[in-house]
């Protein structure tokens, strides 16, 4: 009990708070200070510690808080099928933050092994080396095992239509280290008040160039969005379907044709001369699609009347071996026209342990999440899918959240299709901050987005990456919007990393060329 005590005293664990802190600056709260004070709190500890163990355990502790309180909601998706699943409860809320942890832990010891070894000692030195650490280790995180690139901090400006129009060039990332300098700012005012040392010149210089900056980037988004750019002379309508089913009966054998029809007739209802295309949310459709099933034929009463409509959906897809038996089964989306499929897309980057087992040889004990007995299989990549009026690039789920390799560059689409199912994480945080990567992708990209959540929150964005319309959480209904023109490809959508790395390299090079100026000056 004493040593209990003498932790929850103790700095380690007023990081881990200080991790937690900073979930409250992404959705759905938006409250940026909580950010500020925790990056401040992080950055300050790591940069008095005296010994590798301790800074360590600094970024282990604050990479726990940060992801236990961003990524709990995992937890709830335990709870839908609760006697197979619960007793994963107690691992989901340790063992992920704590293995997640570990990029923090990287780097908290690269920023201590770099200031030390070329004795960086001026603020916004180090403010910048923290910054290039924290980007480097989140690019890290959205590609090592598979990737998992949530709550990056770039989100935290989702609040603002024109703050985060600069995505359009660097991306979430530069979103990101924009944000953490930003973040840093007050330690300035904090380490003058502790030390009673008078901030530099050089520092004051650097403070005021950020707020520049801070501003450059506002107004640069506010005169970047023009509406006259993306009407579409076409007049097309896209109609959102979100049917609203509870996870517990999407699959009960009583109710999932009630729920089928239910979309069916939703999709029918109102005027829908003018539709292009109906979407409805990942596996809307709760049976195999296939030519044999009698489904397709049902699914076609839904194909909007208008020249060349089609239902979007998702569904399974079956792949038989020669003998007969099923070989693979794919998450898939599938693009109906009056004639049948058009065309379906196989996701390609699925869940660990929702959607297949890695290594399941050696963990038989432990069975996917999703309904199934056998594991999915991983698609092609990114494809678009040309319908009769409109093309598409579909996303699912998970794949929103992966600020690369989400559309084919040699066939751009006219539209980003995000069809997913949030009913597994309840009333959580999860599904809002889904929300705010999907938004993200429609900026980096100049894409409209059409998002199709069962439960919500089902939304469409323009390629400015504002909200023309949307369906709250666990809210039954439809919304019919008019498809907007995309934008011309991006900078971010061309060269992905290229600007960052020409930035990063820059402020490397200028303060290495710091460093060497000093140095001769002073042996001189």
Not at 176 to 197: G, H, Q, Y
Not at 334 to 353: A, Q, R
Not at 480 to 506: G, M, Q
Request: with cysteine.
């Amino acid at each position: 009990m004493k040593k209990i005590l003498q932790f929850l005293k103790s700095k380690f664990s007023a990081v881990i708070l200080a991790g937690a802190l900073c979930n409250l600056s992404f959705a759905p709260i938006h409250f940026s200070p909580a950010a500020i004070i925790s990056l401040s709190v992080f950055y300050l500890l790591c940069d008095a510690a005296k010994s590798k163990k301790e800074i360590f355990w600094l970024g282990w502790c604050y990479g726990f808080g940060y992801f236990l309180a961003g990524v709990y909601w995992i937890s709830i998706s335990l709870l839908v099928d609760a006697a197979s699943f619960a007793w994963l409860i107690p691992f989901a809320l340790t063992l992920i933050p704590g293995v997640l942890a570990l990029y923090f832990v990287c780097l908290a010891l690269s920023f201590h092994f770099v200031i030390k070894k070329f004795h960086f000692k001026k603020n916004y030195e180090k403010f910048l080396i923290f910054a290039i650490f924290w980007v480097l280790f989140e690019i890290i995180r959205a590609y090592l095992f598979t990737g998992f690139p949530w709550n990056l901090l770039g989100y935290i400006w989702s609040f603002s239509d024109s703050l985060t129009q600069i995505a359009s060039i660097f991306g979430v990332w530069g979103l990101s280290f924009f944000a953490v300098l930003v973040c840093l700012l007050p330690t300035l005012f904090i380490t003058l008040s502790l030390s009673k040392v008078v901030i530099s010149r050089a520092d004051k210089i650097f403070a005021a160039s950020v707020v520049f900056l801070l501003l450059i980037s506002f107004l640069f988004g506010y005169f970047r969005i023009n509406d006259a750019k993306i009407v579409n002379e076409k007049n097309l309508k896209i109609r959102l379907v979100q049917g609203n089913i509870k996870q517990e009966m999407k699959w009960d054998e009583q109710e999932k044709y009630k729920n089928f029809l239910k979309h069916i007739l939703m999709s029918n209802s109102g005027d829908t001369r003018e539709i292009a295309a109906t979407i409805w949310s990942e596996t809307s459709v709760p049976y195999t699609i296939d030519d044999t099933s009698g489904i397709i034929e049902k699914l076609q009463i839904a194909v909007p009347n208008s020249q060349g409509g089609t239902l979007i959906s998702g569904g399974l897809r079956l792949k038989f071996a020669p003998d007969g038996n099923i070989e693979n089964v794919f998450n898939s989306v599938f693009v109906f026209g009056n004639n049948g499929v058009i065309d379906s897309y196989d996701k390609h980057h699925l869940v660990p342990f929702g959607e297949y087992v890695p290594l399941q040889e050696y963990l038989p004990f432990i069975h996917k999440i999703t309904n199934g007995a056998i594991g999915f299989s991983k698609g092609e990549g990114p494809k678009t899918i040309h319908g009769n009026l409109i093309s598409i690039s579909p996303l699912l789920c998970y794949e929103v959240i992966f600020p690369t390799n989400i559309i084919d560059k040699n066939d751009r689409p006219d539209l980003l299709v995000n069809l997913t199912n949030d009913a597994w994480f309840g009333n959580s945080t999860g599904p809002y901050q889904h929300f705010d990567m999907a938004k993200m992708r429609a900026i980096e990209y100049g894409i409209p987005l059409a998002r199709v959540a069962n439960t919500g929150i089902t939304a469409f964005f323009d390629p400015y990456g504002r909200v023309i319309k949307k369906i709250n959480l666990n809210q039954e209904g439809i919304i019919d919007v008019d498809l907007v023109k995309n934008l011309e490809p991006t900078i971010y959508s061309h060269y992905c990393f290229a600007p960052l790395i020409l930035l990063v390299s820059f402020l490397l090079l200028f303060l290495f060329r710091q460093k060497n100026v000093i140095r001769q000056n002073y042996t001189s």
